[in-house]
Structure formats: structure tokens, C-alpha cells
């Protein structure tokens, strides 16, 4: 028998998906699990499946725009655009595809000739005003990081077991949000 400690990534998101109920969609759970396969190549053998590496650059870009690395990882060090690639190819049908790369394409042609504070005013302004398709690559930024051995362990702390209850604890007592 394994302890709550010993499962792996596959065994865990199985679990949450049964507490949840289904909250996650099945392409995003999907994802997630094409998402494992992904980044474990190692940087100069991985290729893109759905994206060019044009694009794949331009979402890894974007992602580290949304999820800056700091005393952890960014995005791009975990991997999330090679998440993002590995759920493109495995999970969405090929007009969605069509659809997420035009959106990307149309995204890209304003940020890359922006500088980089151009470039997060421009994400900004995006966030705010609900932009579709940027909430749907930074939900998949976040999904891809927090679902990530970094993002899990080192981001998030998880406490298999939690001790007693405290619903009302200042942040700064905690430090760091952490995952049940």
C-alpha cells in the first residue's frame, strides 16, 4: 500500500477529478496527463506537435510574461509552453487548433514589436478586459504550472495530511499558498 506521499501525477489528478466531481474538463485533464510525457524530453530533443517553434517560443514568451520566475521557476523553466503544445495536439480538435493559433498569431504580431514593458501593459490590458482567447492561454499557463513537479512542490505547499483547521490565517503567517 502507498502512502498519500508515494502517488504519482496520474494517480493524484485521478483522485482530484473524483473529489471535484468533473470539474475539469476532460481535454484539460487530458492535457495534463499528455502534458507529463512533454516535459520530460530534454530541451534540444523537443519538438512541437501543434505549434511551429515560432510559436511555441512566442507561447513560452507569454506564459513567462504571466508567471515571472522569482525565488521559484517561471513559466518557461517548467515546461508550460510544452504543455500547452502537448494539449493542442492531443486534446483539441483541429478547428480549435485553427482557432488558438490565429488567436496567437494575431496576439504575437502586437507583442513582439513591443518592448518588454509595452509587452506587460499589453497583457494587462488583456486580463482586464476578459480577452477570450488570453484567458484561455493564461488558464493554461496556470494549469500547466501548478500541475508541474516545480509548481506542486516547490510553489505550492502541500501538506498531504493537514493538521487542524484555522480557516482565517494571515498569508504572511503562512508565506506561500498551499494545496490540500
Do not use: N
Not at 9 to 21: I, K, N, Q, S, T
Not at 33 to 45: F, K, M, Q, T
Amino acid at each position: 500500500m502507498t502512502s498519500p506521499g508515494d502517488i504519482d501525477r496520474r494517480e493524484a489528478l485521478r483522485r482530484a477529478a473524483l473529489v471535484l466531481g468533473g470539474v475539469l474538463s476532460a481535454p484539460l485533464a487530458a492535457g495534463v496527463l499528455a502534458g507529463c510525457e512533454a516535459r520530460g524530453v530534454p530541451d534540444g530533443r523537443w519538438r512541437p506537435r501543434a505549434l511551429t517553434a515560432d510559436q511555441a517560443e512566442l507561447v513560452a514568451t507569454i506564459a513567462e510574461q504571466i508567471l515571472p520566475e522569482t525565488d521559484t521557476p517561471g513559466a518557461r523553466a517548467v515546461g508550460v509552453h510544452r504543455f500547452i503544445d502537448a494539449l493542442l495536439a492531443e486534446s483539441y480538435s483541429a478547428e480549435q487548433r485553427e482557432r488558438f493559433v490565429a488567436a496567437l498569431a494575431e496576439l504575437g504580431r502586437a507583442f513582439q514589436t513591443s518592448t518588454p514593458d509595452q509587452q506587460r501593459a499589453l497583457l494587462d490590458r488583456l486580463d482586464h478586459t476578459a480577452a477570450p482567447f488570453f484567458r484561455t492561454l493564461k488558464e493554461l499557463t496556470l494549469v500547466g504550472y501548478y500541475t508541474s513537479e516545480i509548481g506542486a512542490t516547490r510553489e505550492l505547499h502541500h501538506a498531504p495530511v493537514p493538521g487542524r483547521y484555522d480557516g482565517c490565517v494571515p498569508l504572511a503567517q503562512v508565506g506561500r499558498t498551499w494545496a490540500v
